[in-house]
């Protein structure tokens, strides 16, 4: 095996295989990346089991086709640090070194024979649709930040993706929930698509973000029982689903919230961030005191102190309550229009959020006590 790449397109295909590699591995193997050589493509691959990207680099120059496996992380850290957009040589001798030669720089890197390499070979072809890549980005953003890091309810432990339907209009709807929060966001679909409920692991959702986001284009979905597989020009990403059966959220967005808050989007979030800054680790309540057209934050800490601040706003009503201000930082921070509207019930109920410029995205966030 032979080959010369461009080094930016090697970075940037390596980068993206060491959020798929686990750090630690009990199979040497899973630590590497297969590299296949041919044809003017060079195929980069990478696994934990659970999760398999691959990446094409396009127009290499292949002089001798083949393929092998090296230590990612290795071999990033090396062709991270070559100077940016040279040209680097690959070479295989034998089976147990691949050469890299960028400018002055030569480095031997030890390999294990490609065969021994887990690949799938699973046919996705059925069911499949395309989603532009924007909106399935914002789908994903609306949700992630509620998704569960406990691990004995693995259910939640993941985005919710179903197909919904509204008055004939079809929808792929997202949910995610922690049961203290819970965010729902939904896109129309042009047509109705063969597409069964699935619990998408939090890994896959923030590699597919991290692709997402460098990519303008459609991303082709298909799915077969236990896996789905995601397609964007030159790269592929096949996840496991997990098995499970997600909670009836319906039964939990409010549906008597009738005291309505409506406020400065960006000096809400900007408040809530500075008096939350008396707590070291934002986790303390931030106390909501309203009442007509004035809401008091307020954040006491035993520790390290008290902050307060005074917003003028639209309400009607008097309330005190008390919110994780890391919650309501996580959802305003993804609403885009110019307010946020907070529906109460009364002191010990969860609170339905809205984006009045967003019809197709509600969160619900759990109040606490005391």
Do not use: W
Request: glycine fraction near 4%.
């Amino acid at each position: 095996m032979k080959f010369n790449v461009n080094q930016q397109d090697l970075q940037k295909s390596l980068n993206y295989c060491q959020g798929v590699i686990e750090k630690k591995n009990t199979l040497p193997i899973l630590s590497n990346v297969l590299l296949s050589a041919g044809s003017s493509i060079l195929k980069i691959t990478a696994t934990d089991l659970d999760l398999i990207f691959i990446h094409q680099i396009k127009n290499v120059e292949v002089i001798e086709e083949g393929k092998t496996t090296t230590t990612s992380s290795i071999m990033y850290d090396i062709v991270r640090k070559f100077s940016s957009g040279k040209k680097i040589n690959l070479s295989l001798d034998d089976s147990t070194k691949l050469q890299l030669e960028s400018e002055k720089s030569i480095f031997h890197l030890n390999c294990i024979n490609a065969s021994e390499f887990p690949l799938t070979d699973e046919d996705f072809n059925q069911n499949q649709f395309s989603i532009k890549s924007k909106q399935l980005l914002k789908l994903l953003n609306k949700c992630k930040f509620s998704i569960s890091n406990d691990e004995t309810r693995h259910y939640l432990s993941g985005i919710y993706f179903h197909q919904t339907q509204i008055e004939d209009k079809n929808f792929l709807t997202a949910v995610a929930t922690d049961s203290h929060r819970m965010s729902i966001s939904k896109l129309r679909l042009n047509e109705k698509i063969e597409f069964e409920p699935i619990i998408l692991p939090k890994k896959t959702v923030f590699q597919l973000c991290s692709l997402l986001e460098d990519y303008e284009g459609d991303v082709k979905i298909s799915n077969i029982k236990s896996k789905i597989k995601f397609e964007l020009n030159n790269s592929i990403l096949i996840s496991k689903l997990i098995d499970g059966k997600f909670p009836n959220y319906f039964q939990v967005i409010p549906k008597n919230n009738q005291k309505k808050l409506e406020v400065d989007l960006k000096l809400f979030l900007d408040s809530v961030d500075r008096v939350a800054s008396v707590s070291i680790d934002k986790k303390d309540g931030v106390k909501f005191n309203l009442k007509k057209d004035t809401l008091n934050l307020s954040v006491n800490n035993a520790n390290s102190g008290d902050g307060n601040e005074n917003l003028n706003v639209k309400f009607d009503h008097d309330l005190d309550i008390s919110f994780n201000s890391r919650y309501l930082i996580d959802v305003a921070s993804q609403l885009e229009g110019n307010n946020i509207e907070i529906f109460f019930k009364d002191t010990g109920s969860p609170a339905l959020i809205k984006d009045p410029s967003d019809f197709d995205s509600i969160f619900v966030v759990m109040p606490m006590k005391g």
